[in-house]
């Protein structure tokens, strides 16, 4: 741990996150990059940039554009998202896939809610899912993408590395993302079920589903945030069927 830094809980709210409406979309912002309005006070906590809840309408979505240099970590809690991207890579991203896409020297791609691509029926429902972008630790590598089943794993109602650069997963079903200091963490509680947060001198919890209770602050509901400095260890336990994504972070960008 850092001595160097002070401990802190910071819960953020789901109703103070920045939003961005569309007739197609509605997208909640945990942070200010790729806002009408960047706040210089909210750019990031540790290596986590950007912490986005999207909901896509059917048939619409991004349509393809660029990004560099970035580790970009997408999930899926309702629907199926359709990616595509400039090196070749096509897939369908849905609940319980993991999927990361290194930016690296540049690349182009799009997601949309467009499953009846690969399904044959066009999509009813919004496609509903949470974006994380975390600088990777090294500029300039070749672009790529890696997906993963983790559904199975989750059954377990435990913390489950989804994605991860920290030699400690090496061995574990998680996809490889470019940054050693970096990783993301995915449960799915019961109620009355409860995991121990890692300790970290930077942790990210979010509150992707559910409602549930964080030991010494109290009820967190559906969107809310807390952003831990050095600190950890704490439990969160479910209130009602609830899933949480935990980033743990031994590393920060520079400002």
Do not use: C
């Not at 809610?113 to 994380?132: K, L, T």
Request: proline content about 5%.
């Amino acid at each position: 741990m850092n001595t160097l830094l002070v401990p802190k809980v910071d819960v953020r709210r789901a109703d103070r996150r920045a939003a961005s409406r569309l007739s197609w979309l509605d997208s909640r912002h945990s942070f200010s990059l790729g806002t009408r309005r960047p706040d210089p006070a909210n750019t990031h906590h540790g290596l986590l940039l950007v912490n986005n809840e999207d909901l896509v309408q059917p048939g619409r979505g991004f349509d393809t554009h660029p990004h560099q240099d970035m580790e970009i970590v997408t999930w899926v809690l309702q629907g199926s998202l359709v990616h595509q991207d400039s090196t070749g890579h096509s897939g369908v991203i849905y609940p319980g896939l993991a999927q990361r896409m290194s930016a690296g020297t540049g690349i182009l791609h799009s997601e949309k809610n467009d499953s009846h691509r690969s399904s044959g029926e066009r999509p009813a429902d919004p496609v509903h899912f949470i974006q994380m972008w975390v600088l990777p630790d090294e500029a300039g590598i070749t672009p790529g993408y890696e997906q993963l089943e983790v559904d199975g794993e989750l059954l377990s109602g435990g913390l489950v590395p989804v994605a991860s650069g920290m030699d400690q997963h090496k061995d574990a079903t998680a996809i490889r993302i470019q940054n050693r200091h970096a990783a993301l963490y995915a449960a799915r509680l019961r109620p009355g079920q409860s995991v121990i947060l890692p300790e970290a001198p930077y942790l990210h919890l979010f509150v992707a589903r559910g409602s549930a209770d964080l030991e010494g602050t109290g009820e967190l509901g559906e969107g809310d945030a807390v952003r831990f400095t050095a600190t950890g260890g704490h439990r969160v336990s479910a209130t009602e069927s609830a899933e949480i994504l935990v980033w743990e972070m031994h590393a920060a960008v520079a400002v």
